[in-house]
């Protein structure tokens, strides 16, 4: 399972949802959960989709949550997907 978090440097709403998602991949077996981080600015296709949006949450690719990160709901989402 992989889960992405799109933002930016300097963005205080991606710093708490990187922590939000720490805080909950933490609970779940080692290795068993990637985190990977994207920025806008790097991507061109990724500012196009969520530039209003950030922080974005993906699941395995698919959008899971934006703006402020609920933990519960994204354990509840990986405990689901395990």
């Not at 500012?47 to 933990?71: C, M, S």
């Amino acid at each position: 399972m992989n889960v992405t978090l799109v933002g930016k440097p300097g963005c205080h709403l991606c710093d708490d949802a990187r922590e939000v998602i720490q805080s909950v991949i933490s609970e779940f077996p080692p290795g068993s959960i990637s985190v990977t981080e994207e920025s806008i600015e790097d991507n061109q296709e990724l500012f196009d989709a969520y530039w209003e949006q950030i922080p974005v949450v993906l699941i395995n690719g698919k959008v899971h949550n934006y703006w402020r990160i609920d933990g519960e709901r994204l354990r509840l989402k990986l405990k689901e997907l395990q």
